[in-house]
């Protein structure tokens, strides 16, 4: 995060803004469909781009790296741990259709795609080593509705509601060998869900440095008995 600071931090051009960002996602409890259990837990560092236009429309985009160097999961009755990586790409607008004396009303939606990977995951089944691998995307398409409040000059907070189309698609293989006896066994799921999601957000509004700090609820009710929250932080520095 501290070498992105250094590179990325603040730079204005025709009124685009980029700067770092880092977020962390992780489930409240194990997320499992179609017998496939998994502990989803993941960090995000990038860099994100946004304008905005005549001070009530802003687009945003976002473009990180993540990994979870012991994620665990299991399907087919054997449970595996191992690294994850993945990309992180998210675009977005917020549009403020009323503000008046520190107060606004906003809408707002999000597409963002999750694309994990583990290439090495080790497990065991009875008492047998086995290794793994699996591929999984996580999409979100959100749109809510929310307020914003600027209680001090530097100080904004805003709150949001609405709701989460949710994709979850993932691969995964098991393979043993020994002794010159072979086994692979594979699983995959492919479910969606629509359930709420809610977000707030601080944030600064100073002349030379800001940070923004948001944390959202996104369950994932409709298909199991869990939510994901997330954690993200932005820094911009203006020199």
């Given at each position: 995060m501290f070498i992105l600071t250094l590179f990325a931090t603040s730079a204005l051009s025709e009124g685009y803004k980029i700067e770092p960002f880092a977020l962390y996602e992780q489930a409240e409890s194990n997320i499992v469909i179609d017998g496939v259990s998994t502990k989803y837990a993941l960090g995000v560092a990038g860099v994100q781009v946004h304008k905005t236009f005549n001070q009530s429309l802003t687009i945003s985009s976002r473009l990180g790296y993540g990994q979870n160097n012991d994620q665990k999961t299991s399907f087919s009755g054997a449970n595996f741990n191992g690294k994850v990586t993945g990309t992180y790409l998210s675009l977005g607008g917020k549009y403020q259709?009323?503000?008046?004396?520190?107060?606004?009303?906003?809408?707002?939606?999000?597409?963002?795609?999750?694309?994990?990977?583990?290439?090495?995951?080790?497990?065991?089944?009875?008492?047998?080593?086995?290794?793994?691998?699996?591929?999984?995307?996580?999409?979100?398409?959100?749109?809510?509705?929310?307020?914003?409040?600027?209680?001090?000059?530097?100080?904004?907070?805003?709150?949001?509601?609405?709701?989460?189309?949710?994709?979850?698609?993932?691969?995964?293989?098991?393979?043993?060998?020994?002794?010159?006896?072979?086994?692979?066994?594979?699983?995959?799921?492919?479910?969606?869900?629509?359930?709420?999601?809610?977000?707030?957000?601080?944030?600064?509004?100073?002349?030379?440095?800001?940070?923004?700090?948001?944390?959202?609820?996104?369950?994932?009710?409709?298909?199991?008995?869990?939510?994901?929250?997330?954690?993200?932080?932005?820094?911009?520095?203006q020199f």
């Open positions: 259709f009323y503000k008046r004396d520190g107060f606004a009303i906003f809408s707002s939606a999000q597409i963002t795609r999750r694309s994990l990977k583990a290439s090495n995951l080790v497990g065991k089944r009875n008492n047998l080593d086995l290794t793994g691998s699996s591929d999984t995307q996580f999409n979100s398409n959100d749109l809510a509705i929310g307020i914003a409040l600027k209680p001090t000059e530097t100080l904004s907070l805003e709150m949001s509601v609405g709701t989460s189309n949710w994709h979850i698609k993932s691969n995964a293989k098991g393979f043993y060998s020994s002794n010159g006896i072979s086994a692979t066994a594979k699983k995959s799921i492919d479910t969606k869900g629509n359930d709420p999601v809610i977000q707030a957000t601080l944030a600064t509004n100073k002349d030379n440095h800001n940070f923004a700090l948001s944390i959202s609820n996104r369950s994932l009710q409709s298909k199991t008995s869990t939510s994901v929250v997330t954690s993200q932080l932005s820094y911009t520095f």
